[in-house]
């Protein structure tokens, strides 16, 4: 047991102090992901490391893992040896991710309408205020509106598996968010109306009722998404 310690001091004694960790790579993440959902990105962009890392004046180490972690997540390919562009989505594809987040957020549903407390759906009805009060002027706004109160029903399971399970397939959803700009204003605009319906019908619902609610909500929203895509290609 005393050699096991000191083995094992000895071994702590040889490791660098860490310092406090670097957010570089989260926030150039951060700042690629914004640029993705806003169009200022293009398909046919190409993403050089040097040249990017020239650009925003940091070294190429926290640049790649930022962008090694959007190739993980689906949103880039690689494009030479040391460049990325966005991936190009299938319609396929499109409907998967949809198939899974109705997984997600149908259990999410289920699990609120058996077990949700009041003051679950009190925020989450806080949420639904706050982007009605919102000026969303661009289908972009309309995404990340959305979001929001899609993940309000999801952290409210308290499940933080299935809060990063439904943070994983939202920002795969990216990856094809450049279609959308094709999408009627006016059918975003319904969508995103329909969510303080949506949260009364799961609060009122039984499970299995509630599970059905949202699932038809993300399935509507399939549609709108497929169309768009139909329209960009045409």
Known sequence: MAVGLGRLRAAMTSLKKIEAPSRIADEIYDQLLEAITQGRIAPDDRLVQ?????????????????????????????????????????????????????AIEGYAARFLADHGRPE??????????????????????????????????????????LLEMFDSMWNRAVSFHIYATTMQMDALAESVREHRALLEGIRSSDGAQASELMCQHIAEGLQLQLEAMKGAHS
Request: aromatic residues 8%; charged residues 35%.
């Open 50 to 102: 040097e040249r990017l890392a020239a650009e925003l004046g940091i070294s190429r180490t926290p640049l790649r893992e930022a962008l090694l972690r959007l190739e993980q997540e689906g949103m880039l390919v690689r494009a030479g040896r040391a460049g990325f562009e966005l991936r190009q989505i299938t319609e396929a594809e499109v409907q998967q991710i949809y198939g899974a987040r109705q």
């Open 120 to 161: 679950d759906f009190r925020e989450i009805e806080k949420q639904i205020d706050a982007e009605e009060r919102r000026d969303l002027v661009s289908v972009a706004d309309y995404y990340h509106s959305s979001r929001r109160v899609h993940r309000q029903f999801t952290a409210h399971t308290h499940n933080p598996y």
